[in-house]
């Protein structure tokens, strides 16, 4: 089983249900794809990640330019504006190259040749029963979408797998939440929470993908919002994770509130294995 954990804007607490209910389950594999700023090896306090650091690279183009005739047919074709024409030399800006490897194709003059540029980097590490693997992009990078899809590679189907996405709706997003078996929407019960939550929603929706909602710093006075639009939607809000004043004094320590708090291990496992039932059951349903 595979499901990703996302929300609309960072901050919500999607960090906090990947890594607690990472904790909570046996078997289990944790993929943290927020890759421009992955944080959940705070709270999974690996010892050491144990093995050397995995690039994941791209071919950029490199322009010869005692070959290069200025003709300006590889910019002309490029869509992404990655090569520009300065006087009478063709200037490249690898940060936002999509390596199709078109311009290299167009150069009459065989001028072009295709390099490798580290995009990011894959980390692992064991800890207790998590199987954790880390993607992170490397800074003044733009393309996130390639280190995900590296990091992705490393899923193992024979294990509960968690994959803690990039918020938003934006290219990463999609591509953490793709092929995955559910998605868990985590929000928080403010006018704010259900606007980026609805954008997810809108999202989800488009590529088809079967979710829930976790309502984080849940509060009686203030839930009604997310319940009414779920209600109002016919979407399941999975859990709740209460406003908390120890629960925030934990995780500004560091500290996965599930090992101090041991009576939300069990919440964790019944959440998990409902996503399971449910999955389950739209799979049966679809069949007949």
């Known amino acids: ?9 960072g901050g919500t607490g999607k960090t906090t249900l990947a890594v607690n ?7 289990v594999q944790l993929l943290d794809a927020d890759v421009e700023e992955p944080d959940d090896y705070i ?49 490249v800006f690898p940060e936002i190259c999509h390596s199709c ?15 490798e540029r580290e995009l990011g980097k894959i980390y692992h590490a064991v800890s207790g029963e998590i199987d954790f693997w880390q993607g992170e992009l490397n800074t003044g990078e733009e393309k ?6 590296k990091l992705k590679t490393k899923i193992d189907t024979d294990k509960k797998v968690i994959i803690d996405s ?16 559910y998605s868990i929407v985590v929000t928080e019960p403010t006018p704010f929470g259900l606007h980026d939550m609805d954008m997810v929603i809108e999202m989800l929706q488009e ?3 079967p979710f829930g909602v976790v309502i984080n710093r849940s509060d009686e006075n203030s839930d009604h919002l997310i319940e009414n639009y779920c209600s109002e939607n016919d979407i399941n809000i999975l859990l709740k994770i209460p406003f908390s004043r120890e629960i ?15 009576s939300w291990k069990s919440k964790f496992q019944l959440l998990y294995y409902d996503i399971v039932r449910e999955v389950n059951n739209n799979e049966k349903n679809n069949s007949n």
């Open 1 to 9: 089983m595979k499901i990703s954990i996302l929300s609309g804007k």
């Open 21 to 27: 209910m990472a904790l909570s389950l046996k078997n």
């Open 43 to 91: 709270f999974i306090s690996p010892d050491i990640f144990d093995t050397e650091a995995e690039s994941v690279l791209r071919l950029i183009p490199e322009v010869d330019d005692d070959l290069c005739t200025a003709c300006k047919k590889c910019v002309d074709f490029c869509e992404y504006n990655t090569l520009a024409m300065m006087l009478d030399q063709v200037l």
């Open 101 to 115: 490897g078109g311009c290299k194709i167009v150069c009459p003059e065989n001028a072009i040749t295709e390099i």
């Open 144 to 149: 996130s979408v390639p280190v995900i899809e």
């Open 166 to 181: 990039p918020p938003g709706t934006t290219c990463p997003s999609v591509e953490a939440v793709a092929d995955t078996d």
């Open 207 to 209: 590529i088809q993908q």
């Open 248 to 262: 925030a004094e934990l995780y500004s320590d560091g500290t996965a509130f599930v090992k101090k708090m041991g």
